[in-house]
């Protein structure tokens, strides 16, 4: 693929103590590109994740990201970034709308635009009649795709996601990749880990990481090839097993 | 700075949307006030006496009938030997016993002077002794009335008195109410601000709610005052509540401004929430918080002068104290509310919170970290 680089990492590395979480990895993602990064449990894809957007320090190597340095520019990085966390982190109680006031204030979002986007949020979960409900009441599917929509409220240049679709049904995984796709082709760069192979399977690359490194990376059409596998499943396993680390 | 006040909208939210804020801006403060100032009075009264009256003469009879009047002694018992009463201490029936020896009005008479002893349950130290101390007063003054009866006045006495005249200034009724409210006041707001304070960022820790705020382009400045700031309104709601029950149930009316009140209390609630704002950036989670926030207001609250006075205090606790920004808002409520002091008085009280208040916060804003 040939395109804008947004993110590029050279032999990006990261040390708790004696333990190498993540072991040089080096990769590059383009602009509008759906970059899946996979890996069995404790492979290091959060940590990695983390160094990219600016939460951890890395210890080695070099990553810019959005055009910014993570070492130096990290403030900068996190202006043009979204990011959705393992963990739910919408304030569950807010509402929905003032969850979205919230998110969209603090990256500067002017009062019109910010009620320009609320409406447009609200309508395109089908969310209307219930903006006043506490995010608490909503089911979990409904929570992801609303943190989703909440990540990319400001446009950024790239959203990571980490592991979105954890404990959510099919059919709202299905919608999920639709907003994935829309995010996608408004030109919003796409950086996702997940455990689902299928969803592997709707990236434009992926990574695979063993044992905090870059074992793989394709598209899942010549890692398929490469691999002699008919599905990414195969694929994953193939790698995976050869993984020392133990898994969480 | 747009930021901030997205983060003051949030933060308010959540503080009102939680249903226990009615009781703590209105039910704590009306419990605590209401109930503690009457519990935490110094004034030892229904001290039980035990009499071992050997003596069963007029003088004798008297001199209890005194005691016993004074108000502060409920007498208990009444034995025929002096192991018998102290079996009514081993009992905790009575706390002083009063003997009175065989010939005391005799001696009393005769020789002009005569003895009596007075054996006091020590376990509660302050009650024994004032216990003594009224007693010695009230037979001081019986020995003063005996005088005056069996000695004839010479026209001028050849012993030389020295009589005490009390006057007691700022408190002139001597209340333990007026004394004990603002302090106590000042205690309960320092629980629920440093409570609030210290269990906040450990909950967005928590929930994961952190992270988000970490990634986002937020100052870490700003985000320390987004925390600062509602709770530290919260807190002045919580003291107003506290000073008009003040007025309604104890009358105490400050003879100072109140606006020296809230001065002063501005710049100590940026310290106390600044301390708790700094445990919680430390606390991995809200138990660990809670516990140390306890752990410290505890610490604080008693090295504070609340219940004893600092002077009495041991040296090395007496410089602990001056590190305690508790004890600097119970002295200066004190002085505002029972000597009417002002902003001029309390300036060097007002600069020390201040250097309090930078140093908390500033440690905090520095230990938050938006990248490990």
């Known amino acids: 693929m040939i395109g804008e680089k947004v993110i590029s990492a050279e032999k990006l590395t990261k040390r708790f103590g004696d333990f190498t979480a993540v072991d040089h990895i080096t990769f590059d993602v383009v602009k509008g590109e759906i970059f899946g990064f996979l890996g069995a449990n404790g492979a290091g894809k959060t940590t990695a994740m983390r160094m990219l957007c600016g939460l951890s320090l890395p210890t080695l190597g070099s990553a810019m990201v959005a055009g910014f340095d993570v070492y130096r520019q990290n403030e900068l990085i996190k202006k043009n970034i979204g990011y959705m966390s393992q963990k739910f982190s919408l304030y569950e109680d807010l509402t929905i709308r003032e969850n979205i006031r919230f998110y969209a204030g603090i990256y500067g979002l002017t009062d019109d635009k910010i009620k320009e986007k609320s409406n447009l949020l609200i309508n395109r979960l089908n969310l209307a009649g219930q903006e006043k409900s506490l995010v608490r009441s909503l089911p979990l599917g409904w929570r992801q795709k609303l943190a989703f929509l909440i990540a990319i409220v400001h446009d950024p240049a790239i959203v990571f996601l980490d592991e979105p679709t954890g404990g959510v049904d099919p059919i709202t995984r299905r919608e999920f990749w639709e907003l994935i796709y829309d995010a996608s082709s408004k030109g919003i760069t796409v950086f996702v880990t997940t455990h689902y192979m299928d969803e592997a399977e709707y990236c434009h690359r992926v990574s695979i990481m063993v044992d905090g490194r870059i074992d793989a990376l394709d598209s899942p059409a010549n890692l398929m090839k490469e691999y002699a596998s008919s599905s990414m499943d195969g694929v994953f396993l193939q790698l995976a097993r050869k993984a020392l680390r133990m898994s969480d | ?372």
Do not use: C
């Open chain 2, 1 to 372: 700075m747009r930021a901030l006040k997205f983060l003051l909208q949030k933060e308010l939210r959540q503080i009102f949307r939680d249903p226990s804020i009615f009781f703590i801006l209105f039910i704590m403060p009306m419990i605590q006030l209401m109930v503690l100032p009457l519990a935490a009075d110094y004034e030892i009264k229904n001290i039980n006496l035990g009499v071992v009256n050997h003596d069963h003469s007029g003088y004798s009879r008297k001199l209890i009938n005194k005691i016993v009047s004074s108000g502060y002694f409920r007498l208990k018992d009444y034995s025929s030997t002096f192991s018998q009463a102290l079996r009514g201490i081993e009992l905790d029936k009575t706390d002083l016993v009063l003997e009175i020896p065989a010939q005391f009005e005799r001696k009393l008479v005769k020789e002009n002077e005569s003895t009596i002893l007075v054996a006091a349950n020590a376990i509660n130290g302050v009650k024994a002794g004032l216990g003594s101390a009224y007693i010695q007063g009230i037979i001081g003054d019986f020995n003063q009335d005996v005088r005056m009866q069996w000695i004839q006045a010479p026209r001028f006495n050849p012993q030389p008195t020295i009589d005490v005249e009390y006057s007691d200034w700022y408190n002139p009724d001597m209340n333990y109410r007026d004394f004990m409210v603002p302090g106590i006041l000042v205690m309960l707001v320092t629980m629920i601000g440093s409570s609030f304070a210290s269990n906040n960022i450990v909950r967005e820790k928590e929930m994961g709610t952190i992270e988000q705020i970490n990634v986002s382009p937020i100052k870490k400045t700003q985000f320390i005052l987004g925390k600062l700031i509602p709770f530290w309104m919260l807190a002045l709601a919580v003291l107003t509540v506290g000073l008009f029950i003040a007025r309604i149930f104890y009358g105490i009316v400050p003879l100072g401004h109140y606006l020296t009140i809230y001065v002063f209390a501005s710049i100590y609630l940026l310290a106390i929430l600044g301390l708790g704002l700094l445990m919680s950036t430390y606390a991995q989670t809200q138990q660990q918080s809670m516990l140390v926030s306890f752990f410290v207001t505890m610490v604080f609250n008693l090295l504070s002068g609340l219940y004893t006075p600092i002077e009495s205090m041991p040296q090395w606790a007496q410089i602990i104290t001056r590190l305690n920004p508790v004890s600097y808002f119970i002295e200066v409520m004190r002085m505002v509310v029972l000597k009417g002091s002002g902003l001029a008085d309390i300036k060097y009280q007002i600069l020390a919170l201040l250097g309090f208040a930078v140093f908390f916060n500033g440690w905090a804003i520095v230990n938050y970290k938006k990248r490990s």
